[in-house]
């Protein structure tokens, strides 16, 4: 089913527009004027990246309409823990996307460009270079000689693999409501290398150093695309998400209002409403988001420290 178009429908059945369970009708006296009849009508949940594009929010349209395009599938809790995700090449085609956030487009926004330094202040921190060598003596380098790792030509997903290093999260709950902030909410930017480890006796002592001259930096996101757990995810009419002062004047998550902000469908969305989506109409697929890769020129030399 395509829902590219979002056409008004009653119908039942799989293949119709899922109606959030909200439309109510509520009678309300805000002054000493005689009561009036507010119906709240219903919002089709799929209605959602219509209105995320109406607001100029294209990356989060595109990731919400390729859930809403994907068969019905849950991400297990598991995946969403360091210890218990899957190797990435593992992941199958329909569980993570690769072409929709982009590296050019998160950089717009400051959030972001801190977690880059941010992220890039940790290559030499003692995780960084732990992890360093874990991937180095993965690679087969014993030590000694010259060995390569990673490439400019890797994919973010490939990267994580081979030369992922470090990582920092960045978003809040309580940041401005934006077009990253509907695609991503709260993310994790990975910082990875591209160069070659190295040894260098000193003439005198004859003592080994274990060096790694960065040739460059990759920068990445990874985050889940999931509507596990309980989330509110904000209060939308067919054109927008209500700005956090209009949503203050809503009595309930459920679609009782006490000032009529607007003519037409009109709700408060939480995840459970993805969710029951999900089971009544078998669309909705969770997946995994990695984006393009930021490089950047690098020319640092990192001492590895002891080799055990």
């Not at 003692?126 to 790792?149: A, F, T």
């Not at 004047?249 to 000032?259: A, E, R």
């Not at 009529?260 to 999900?278: C, M, Q, S």
């Amino acid at each position: 089913m395509s829902l590219n178009d979002f056409q008004r429908t009653n119908a039942g059945g799989p293949d119709a527009l899922y109606q959030l369970p909200q439309a109510n009708s509520h009678t309300y006296s805000p002054t000493d004027t005689p009561a009036k009849k507010v119906v709240v009508q219903s919002l089709a949940l799929s209605r959602l990246p219509g209105a995320m594009r109406s607001m100029g929010w294209h990356t989060a349209a595109a990731l919400m309409q390729r859930w809403f395009d994907s068969p019905a599938w849950a991400m297990p809790e598991a995946w969403k823990e360091r210890k218990t995700q899957p190797d990435p090449l593992t992941l199958k085609p329909a569980q993570c996307d690769e072409s929709i956030v982009k590296m050019e487009w998160a950089m717009g926004y400051e959030r972001c460009r801190k977690a880059v330094d941010e992220a890039e202040s940790l290559l030499t921190n003692p995780n960084g270079i732990e992890r360093l060598k874990d991937l180095l003596k993965r690679s087969g380098w014993m030590g000694y000689g010259v060995r390569k790792l990673g490439s400019n030509l890797m994919s973010s997903l490939q990267m994580d693999v081979v030369s992922q290093v470090n990582f920092t999260r960045f978003g809040s709950t309580w940041a401005t409501l934006d077009d990253m902030y509907g695609a991503l909410g709260i993310a994790v930017l990975k910082v990875g290398v591209v160069g070659e480890a190295f040894t260098e006796v000193n003439p005198v002592t004859k003592q080994v150093r274990y060096l790694f001259h960065i040739e460059q930096v990759g920068f990445f996101i990874r985050d889940h695309y999931d509507f596990n757990g309980l989330q509110y995810l904000g209060t939308w009419t067919e054109d927008r998400v209500l700005t956090k002062a209009e949503t203050a004047f809503t009595l309930s998550l459920h679609g009782q209002v006490v000032l009529r902000l607007k003519e037409g469908p009109f709700a408060a969305v939480t995840n459970g409403d993805f969710r029951d989506y999900r089971d009544k109409t078998g669309k909705g697929g969770d997946f995994i988001i990695y984006s393009d890769v930021l490089w950047r020129k690098s020319g640092q030399v990192i001492d590895l420290g002891e080799w055990v």
